[in-house]
């Protein structure tokens, strides 16, 4: 059964400009969350999607955005990065929407420059 | 303050012995909690989770929580050197509004 798979694995950015992730679940699950892992603040709840809809929302600013397609993957887009925004973003899938067993990609590594 | 507090370590204990992980928590809606494991470059693997105060047991492993004084463990028996990674608890509330709120992690090495 294949895991949780996200593209690209690492991104280099300009100050300014936009990125788009990609998640894909693993099959059969309806829900994905995503998380922003950075050494100050550790990992921290950006959004979660569960058939097509934002369930959920962490306190980031709305530069952050996702969407969820029929057949449950995932994109999350940054838009105007900053060099905060430097961190490795991870996405966790479960069949439930915030089901206790949630598994996590390999994550997208975004550097900001 | 962070809602979950974890010691970051390092943590260095002898292989073969027992590994005591704790976090402690502020949070009183979380109603369960995970232990996940996480390599160098990799994502969080999930170990185990408990729901409300009692252990839970998995092989080697063991988690533990009391609800009354917020405080989380998980138990490593017979450590081995693959173990050594960065440890990181979790809670969820019952309604998972808020996702996961993890620790920033304890990196533990069992030494050879």
């Known amino acids: 059964k294949a895991g949780v798979t996200q593209t690209p694995r690492y991104l280099i950015k300009t100050r300014g400009q936009q990125v788009t992730l990609s998640c894909s679940p693993i099959?059969?699950?309806?829900?994905v969350s995503w998380y922003q892992q950075t050494p100050g603040q550790g990992l921290q709840f950006l959004f979660e999607y569960f058939s097509e809809t934002q369930r959920n929302k962490g306190n980031f600013p709305g530069r952050f955005s996702g969407r969820q397609f029929s057949n449950s993957r995932s994109e999350m887009n940054v838009s105007t990065l900053e060099l905060g925004d430097s961190a490795l973003y991870l996405c966790?899938?479960?069949?439930?929407?915030?089901?206790?067993?949630?598994?996590f990609g390999q994550g997208t590594r975004l550097t900001v420059v | 303050q962070k809602e979950v507090e974890q010691d970051p370590g390092p943590l260095s204990v002898p292989e073969g012995a027992i590994v005591s992980l704790n976090c402690t928590y502020s949070?009183?809606?979380?109603?369960?909690f995970m232990w996940y494991r996480q390599y160098s470059r990799k994502g969080p693997e999930l170990l185990m989770y408990t729901y409300s105060s009692g252990n839970k047991e998995d092989g080697r492993f063991t988690a533990q929580v009391d609800k009354s004084s917020k405080y989380i463990s998980l138990f490593i028996r017979d450590s081995q050197p693959s173990d050594s990674a960065t440890y990181l608890c979790?809670?969820?509330?019952?309604?998972?509004?808020?996702?996961?709120?993890f620790g920033k992690g304890t990196h533990l090495i069992i030494q050879p």
């Open positions: 099959s059969g699950h309806r829900s």
């Open positions: 966790a899938s479960s069949r439930f929407s915030q089901n206790t067993e949630a598994f």
């Open positions: 979790a809670g969820l509330s019952g309604g998972g509004a808020d996702g996961l709120t």
């Open positions: 949070n009183s809606a979380f109603q369960y």
